[in-house]
């Protein structure tokens, strides 16, 4: 028994946590042993990275206690946390863009060298080993804003990881990563367990769960539900342990029938890298039109591109007969375009703004009375949206920056439904969503297609692209490299097509 305690190296115990009126974290217990990665699953907005805050110190907890190898410990903040032993990569990335990597790496603890200078050579040393650690090779000397979302993200889990502490918290960090990078971040935190490290690790991916983790715990509604051995459980009762009843499919059925060609792309191609190659197809009304492809292939660009926010080398868009090529996403809006974007905190949000700014950003002609704004169809819009989207908040006053990530995300999709569009592009609109929201949003999608918009969707996930499109397009290398019928493919004509022109 004593030797079993010996092996707990991090102990919260009653961890209470409010935000006015709303409880958030109601007497969390957690025990997290040495050298093992423990996983914390749970709905939007269940209290996962609220209860990773407290912790490291960036809000205070009301109630409770936290025991870090024995010792009672109560960080100020996260500075005091780093210093003590636990690092945390937070869901959302926080950088610098301007500043170069190495920069960011070393933020607020710049190493100095005997005569008190900082030592630049150190700095560059120390990180090109962790990034080879990690299998990366980054141009240290670059501005962050070269580097793209996963890169990015790869530079927070190094940085958390040069902290060398006892304890590294996880937040979502694979949202936006790409499959050989999972792989090289698992290897790395085996490596981490192997030295008696301790991982906390959040996601909404259950494959990753089982693969990665030692231990699951369930959070649901502010209150730890579950913790078990991840070889004592199975997906089917983290579901219902996540969302209080069973969920017999991943996915809806999909029952829309497309009709004619709507949105025809012709000879598209891109001035600048990465390129789009000649690429043509059409999509009908009312259908669902997926794009697979390997990071990297121009499935982004392509959006992008249709959407007017990319230019244009040649090629033509028309939508309904009419030429459609913008030279600005205002231009596509005004049109009946509308697209959700794959990094939702730099182009989706307005964080210092409330749920209702944010819903209605998007469509403000719409909300005028003369000229001024009406608020009270613009709270009644909100609230609808919140409705729809079943967005967890206390109501449409609330700031953005209130809300869990996924919660967020789903703002962003009832910003775009709002408006009404007729030609939905959504990169990886699922991201950082749980199990039960997901759902919610492909019936939405098909809905949206069943109502005759055109909804061309990226996803990364191959079940997801499969179990809700009626077809889909491979790009491989900024080529378009097949169009395939849903039902008639497979994961290996998709994995095929996508490396045709690498
Ligand atoms: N700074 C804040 N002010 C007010 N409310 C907050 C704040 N931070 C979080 N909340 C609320 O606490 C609840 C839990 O949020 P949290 O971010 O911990 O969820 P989560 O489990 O991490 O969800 P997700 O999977 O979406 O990231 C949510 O209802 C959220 O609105
Ligand atoms: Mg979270």
């Known amino acids: 028994m004593a030797e079993q305690k010996d092996d707990i190296i991090l102990s919260i115990r009653g961890m209470c946590k409010s935000f ?21 699953m749970g709905e939007n907005g269940a209290g996962k990275s609220t209860m990773m805050k407290c912790l490291f110190g ?5 109630e409770g206690h936290i025991f870090l190898d024995g010792k009672e410990v109560s960080f100020t ?24 990597v190495v920069d960011n790496l070393f933020l607020g603890r710049y190493p100095v060298n005997s005569a008190g200078i900082i030592d630049e050579a150190r700095m560059k040393k120390e990180a090109a080993e962790l990034f080879r650690n990690l299998g990366m090779t980054v141009n240290l000397t670059q501005p962050m804003r070269n580097m793209s979302v996963s890169q990015r993200q790869m530079c927070e889990i190094a940085k958390a990881i040069s902290y060398n502490s006892k304890i590294i918290v996880l937040d979502e960090p694979t949202s936006s990563l790409t499959a050989p990078e999972v792989k090289k971040l698992f290897e790395m935190m085996r490596k981490l367990k192997s030295q008696g490290i301790s991982l906390i690790y959040i996601s909404h991916k259950m494959d990753e769960i089982f693969d990665i983790c030692d231990d699951v715990s369930v959070l649901r509604d502010g209150s730890l539900v579950m913790t078990k051995n991840t070889k004592d459980t199975n997906m089917n009762e983290l579901i219902a342990a996540m969302v209080g009843r069973s969920l017999e499919n991943r996915f809806p059925p999909v029952d829309n029938t497309p009709g004619e060609p709507i949105l025809s792309v012709q000879h598209l191609s891109t001035k600048y890298a990465p390129h789009l190659q000649d690429i043509s197809f059409d999509v009908n009304k009312g259908e669902i039109f997926g794009l697979y492809g390997l990071v990297g292939a121009g499935r982004t660009e392509l959006l992008e591109t249709i959407f007017g926010v990319r230019t244009r080398a040649a090629g033509r868009v028309y939508y309904n007969g009419r030429l459609m090529n913008f030279n600005s996403s205002q231009e596509a809006m005004e049109h009946g375009f509308a697209m959700i974007t794959e990094e939702r905190k730099a182009n989706g949000l307005f964080l210092k703004g409330d749920l209702t700014f944010n819903t209605t950003i998007a469509n ?6 003369g000229v001024a704004l009406d608020d009270q169809k613009m709270t009644k819009a909100t609230v609808k949206e919140i409705g729809i989207m079943h967005t967890k908040c206390m109501g449409p006053g609330d700031l953005i920056s209130s809300l869990s990530g996924g919660n967020q995300q789903k703002v962003i999709f009832g910003k775009w439904l709002e408006r009404d569009p007729k030609v939905f592009l959504m990169d990886d609109p699922t991201r950082g969503i749980d199990v039960g929201a997901k759902y919610e949003i492909y019936e939405l999608i098909i809905q949206m297609a069943k109502q005759g918009k055109t909804i061309i969707v990226v996803s990364s996930e191959m079940p997801e692209i499969l179990g809700i499109t009626n077809r889909i397009g491979v790009m491989s290398n900024g080529h378009l490299s097949g169009i395939v019928n849903t039902k008639e493919t497979n994961q290996e004509e998709l994995l095929r097509l996508s490396t045709k022109y690498l």
């Open 77 to 100: 903040g996260p500075k005091d946390a780093l210093e003590n032993g636990i690092a945390m990569v937070h869901q959302e990335l926080n950088q610098c863009l301007e500043r170069s």
């Open 20 to 40: 006015g009126r709303n409880r958030v974290l109601d007497h969390i217990n957690l025990d997290v042993r040495r050298g093992t990665v423990m996983g914390l």
């Open 364 to 369: 403000l002609n719409h909300y005028k009375t």
């Open 58 to 62: 960036t809000y205070q907890k009301d």
